[in-house]
């Protein structure tokens, strides 16, 4: 493992332990060169995800991405990391589970407001907003409308 302060290729591995829900592994590093200390997390990867955008494009999965917007939607809302952690894991989860390494954008956008709705009303209200490209107050009432009816 590279040192990101030096560059130096030999770090030593000062601590291991699992993430709370067992998913990654936390290592706390120290680099022999310049005595820097930095964290590394590894994650199981069941296989790599390609992520085919609407417009057809084919970019590489990226969970920090996906964490990202997750983060975005549940800011200031009563969720702890943890939680959020898990709510991502639990995502990628379902996409490798699929079977598929093509996993179409629209598919994973279903996911985390399926996800969200359980989890915080707000936060699936913040997300559809932006996934949905709400442009008008309108799209917000016709949203919370549809959002209110029973299924």
Request: with cysteine.
């Amino acid at each position: 493992m590279y040192c990101p302060f030096c560059g130096h290729d030999d770090t030593q591995v000062k601590d291991s332990r699992p993430s709370e829900d067992g998913s990654a592994i936390r290592r706390r590093r120290f680099c022999t060169a310049c005595s820097q200390r930095f964290t590394t997390i590894e994650r199981v990867q069941l296989r790599e995800l390609t992520v085919i955008k609407s417009d057809g494009r084919r970019v590489p999965f990226d969970r920090d991405k996906l964490a990202h917007s997750v983060r975005i939607a549940l800011r200031k809302r009563p969720v702890q990391e943890e939680r959020i952690e898990r709510i991502v894991n639990g995502i990628v989860r379902q996409l490798e589970a699929s079977g598929e390494t093509d996993i179409p954008s629209k598919q994973i956008g279903e996911l985390v407001m399926e996800t969200l709705k359980e989890v915080d009303a707000v936060a699936y209200v913040r997300f559809a907003s932006v996934y949905r490209n709400f442009r008008e107050a309108k799209d917000f009432e016709t949203f919370l409308g549809e959002l209110g009816e029973p299924t």
